[in-house]
């Protein structure tokens, strides 16, 4: 029993990481969470394990399921430690699927060992109740690394991904776990016959019901969103936007040159050629605003602080009208020491600096060392250790620059978009388009591209906004307000960019105006399903 308990729990842990995207096989999201689950109640059943004993081997076989999804899903992460962080490759593995496979392992443990933890008797109701505890817990979770299962198994899915500007990509979680769960109270039906065969064949029934108001919903809301909508049209504005793939080179910070993927050298000159040859390809009649895109990491110096090179850039945007969008570094002397941002910054077409945006998500490890003050020793020791290891302050503000009156957009960086309240905050505030600025040369020829892509459409369709993917290495491109490619995609370490005119629309979404309330909502089923399990069921200790 015991080994087959450790096969379940590596199985599980082989699917998860399979399910995130680039490796094409999201679809096993579905069936993912079956094997770790049925050994969690098997473990349950036996009466003879003490509660201390209980957790410790349910927090193992999840522990161990993380590591295995994380050195399997994550191994990109693996890539930027051993490349970037100058760690050899096994201790870089070590890392990510202890390290990380800790944190993904704490999370299995909460959403599915926890809740079997303190319910005594496993019947009719506790399947419901803890599908309702997963919904109620998935949005305020909080991670180092911000994802979810739901957007994960329903990446690009016909139709049931637009369900997320209803319920949240969290909310596919109703979809996904859902089937574990189905699948769990069919195996009891058969095994033990403890369930009555009706009450499964309803719960099916509503299964597959959701799934066909999902993907109506999803088939209409994409009819919709294609349709042109005649009263939008006097609040529309069109931009054109110039998005530069440099393709710079972070050979300097590898250890080992051969694997950054890219030799060019980073410079301001070689980044003005580029976008003047950009410019160069609209055509001569050209009256909207133009927008000029560098991703992250491709402007060399620190805006503010050097003067040199800011006034090139303030020049260039006045001899060709046009609005440029960067990132930098910036810093403020305090008693302590300097305190650093991540800032993205726009500059108008008459040279002037019309705002600035401060970084809001660190990533961890890389521009933040989390708990540093909780375990300083550590944090020392990761600093000495670590090669390119930076730390950031936190910014504050969901900032909004303003173009023109119709036009306003915002530019979260990079990993800022892994966290929901970011871009819903820019978009709630007025945003009509989002503009991720990224450098991803960090993690190689991996999956790294594919997973920021993905995450960006969950922010489109949850926010119904138009999203720009800019990145320095790739794969660049712009995603519509329903989720689809509207440009083609750059490829990985190409040098390229992408030029189109955006007809911007203010589009509803229901999840961007009233998440709380979804949240509520879900919060809500879980307590009211919890008060019948305990007075029907007894399931609780």
């Known amino acids: 029993m015991h080994k087959f308990i450790w096969i379940g729990s590596l199985v599980s842990g082989v699917m998860l990481g399979l399910t995130p995207p680039g490796l094409g096989t999201q679809w096993l999201g579905l069936i993912s969470f079956f094997p770790l689950i049925y050994i969690l109640e098997q473990l349950h059943a036996k009466e003879e394990l003490s509660f201390r004993k209980r957790a410790v081997m349910f927090f193992g076989i999840c522990w161990l399921s993380g590591g295995i999804a994380a050195s399997i899903g994550g191994y990109w992460i693996t890539n930027s430690i051993h490349v970037f962080g100058h760690v050899p490759w096994l201790a870089a593995v070590i890392i990510t699927g202890v390290g990380y496979g800790l944190e993904v392992g704490f999370q299995l443990f909460v959403y599915f060992g926890i809740p079997l933890l303190f319910i005594r008797k496993l019947n009719n109701w506790d ?6 505890f997963l919904l109620a817990l998935d949005p305020l979770y909080p991670r180092l690394i911000q994802w979810n299962y739901g ?55 509503i299964y597959l019901l959701l799934w066909g108001l999902g993907l109506s919903y999803g088939a209409w809301r994409t009819y919709d969103l294609e349709t042109q909508v005649p009263e939008l049209k006097t609040q529309s504005s069109n931009l054109t936007v110039l998005a530069i793939q440099p393709n710079f080179s972070l050979q300097d910070l590898a250890s080992n040159p051969e694997l950054a993927h890219s030799k060019r050298e980073q410079n301001l000159e070689s980044l003005l050629i580029d976008s003047t040859k950009a410019l160069a390809e609209l055509p001569p009649e050209t009256a909207t ?3 000029l895109i560098w991703p992250e990491s491709v402007y060399p110096d620190p805006f503010f602080k050097v003067a040199d090179s800011r006034e090139k850039v303030t020049a260039f945007a006045r001899k060709h009208k046009t609005y ?3 990132t930098t570094v910036d810093w403020v002397n305090t008693n302590s020491g300097p305190k650093f941002h991540g800032v993205s910054v726009l500059v108008g077409e008459n040279g002037k600096v019309l705002g600035r945006y401060n970084k809001i998500f660190l990533i961890p490890f890389g521009e933040t060392i989390p708990f540093s003050d909780w375990f300083p020793g550590i944090a020392s020791f990761l600093r000495k250790n670590i090669a390119n290891m930076s730390e950031f302050t936190r910014g504050q503000e969901y900032k909004v620059f303003t173009l023109s009156e119709n036009t306003r957009l915002s530019a979260p960086i990079c990993f800022d978009i892994f966290t929901p309240e970011v871009v819903r905050g820019m978009v709630r505030n007025g945003s009509d388009l989002v503009v991720n600025l990224s450098n991803l040369a960090w993690f190689g020829r991996t999956t790294a591209s594919d997973n920021m892509v993905a995450v960006l459409r969950w922010r489109a369709i949850e926010n119904r906004v138009t999203v720009v993917f800019a990145s320095n290495n790739g794969e660049s491109l712009i995603i519509g307000v329903n ?20 007809k911007l629309q203010p589009r509803f979404s229901f999840y961007r105006e009233y998440a709380e309330w979804v949240w509520g909502g879900y919060l809500l089923i879980f307590l009211l399903l919890g008060i019948q399990a305990h007075l029907r069921g007894k399931i609780f200790e």
């Open 127 to 132: 399947l419901p109740l803890r599908l309702a």
């Open 324 to 326: 440029i969008l960067l």
């Open 151 to 205: 957007g994960l198994t329903f990446t690009e899915f016909p139709w049931i991904e637009q369900l997320a500007d209803l319920i949240g990509s969290s909310g596919l979680l109703l979809y996904s776990a859902g089937l574990t769960f189905l699948l769990l109270g069919w195996w009891r039906w058969k095994t033990t016959g403890k369930l009555k065969l009706k009450i499964l064949l309803q719960a099916t029934t």
């Open 483 to 502: 989720g689809k490619n509207m440009s083609k995609k750059l490829g990985l370490f190409e040098e390229g960019a992408l030029i189109s005119t955006l």
């Open 289 to 291: 605003p133009k927008l």
